[in-house]
Each structure stands twice: as C-alpha cells, then as structure tokens.
C-alpha cells in the first residue's frame, strides 16, 4: 500500500527530541534523550561513572495538560536494547493501578516511577512550584515538598532565562 508524501511529513513533524549531555566532572559521561510523539513521550537515560551506573528508559503516556497517565521504567540491557517493565503504574479515572493494587488518587498527588530519570525528577518539581503549598501527597503512600533554594537569571542564547536550584524532600519509606 502506498504511503503518501503528506502523511510522512506529519508523521515526522510529530516526532521531537531533545538530547542533553550528563558530564561527570566535567566529562561526557552518558547522556539523556527525551522523545515526543502524540501524548507518549519515551526518556532513555544512560550515565557512566567508574563502569557503573544508571541504564533505563522510562516510557509514559501524557493528558493534553502534560500530566502524567501511565508509566513504565525498563533496564537498558548490555547491548543498548530495552528490557521487560519492571515498575509500571496507569491512572483510570480517579484510581491508579500499581502492580496488582489499586488506589484512590488524591487531587494534586504526584503519580510517578521510583525506579525513574532526571527528567521526571525535574518534572515532579514543576508540579510542586505550581502548587499553593509547593508540596504533594505521593502515589502509593507518602508525601514530597520543594524548596527553592536559589533563584537566578541565567542568559541562553542572548535572552535571559529564569533557573530555580530546588531541593525535594521526599517521604515514602524509601532509602
């Protein structure tokens, strides 16, 4: 079946990634790619340091708002390919599925993986800044809270861009 010229190039404008280096002190020491298509958005994470270190990808489906409905965190394996889910969540309504337990979602929770990406940390503390409280109640059990700890101005291409420091406290039992 022939596939039209049109439909490539919208199939194609559809697809954007951003690729961002992570250095070690001051070395190339792997790299975080985030890639959009539709409401999917696929973010591999790959970070060496003395031979070893981080290798997922996390793959979640997102509202038209941006939040967060499903999710699955996945190893890189040896050879670059992705390995099977091991942490998974998918938000129906007004519950959300983790592993075989389902639950109530709280207004505001932050719905996530643990096994997660600097990016979805990042996401987390945009979540928090644009909340009253700058805190959030934590799927399945817990609560997290952002303080900025500095604001500046930073310059990006000849114009001004704002950069927050932000720490998180994180309170779910976890390490």
């Known amino acids: 079946?022939?596939?039209?010229?049109?439909?490539?190039?919208?199939?194609?404008?559809?697809?954007?990634?951003?690729?961002?280096?992570?250095?070690?002190?001051?070395?190339?020491?792997?790299?975080?790619?985030?890639?959009t298509r539709g409401d999917s958005l696929i973010v591999r994470f790959v970070f060496r340091d003395r031979n070893r270190g981080t290798r997922i990808e996390t793959r979640y489906r997102r509202s038209p708002t941006g939040a967060l409905l499903g999710g699955e965190s996945r190893p890189i394996l040896g050879?670059?390919?992705?390995?099977?889910?091991?942490?998974?969540?998918?938000?129906?309504?007004?519950?959300?599925?983790?592993?075989?337990?389902?639950?109530?979602?709280?207004?505001?929770?932050?719905?996530?993986?643990?096994?997660?990406?600097?990016?979805?940390t990042a996401a987390m503390a945009r979540h928090l800044l644009a909340r009253p409280t700058r805190s959030a109640p934590l799927v399945p059990v817990g609560e997290v809270r952002a303080a900025v700890i500095a604001d500046t101005t930073l310059r990006a291409a000849g114009r001004p861009v704002r950069a927050r420091l932000v720490m998180m406290d994180r309170r779910d039992g976890s390490p």
């Open 79 to 120: 050879a670059g390919e992705v390995g099977r889910p091991t942490e998974s969540f998918q938000v129906e309504g007004d519950s959300v599925i983790t592993g075989d337990a389902r639950r109530s979602l709280t207004p505001g929770a932050w719905v996530g993986l643990r096994a997660s990406t600097p990016w979805e």
């Open 1 to 35: 079946m022939p596939v039209s010229l049109a439909a490539l190039l919208l199939a194609t404008a559809a697809v954007d990634s951003t690729r961002w280096v992570v250095t070690n002190h001051g070395r190339p020491a792997g790299e975080l790619v985030a890639t």
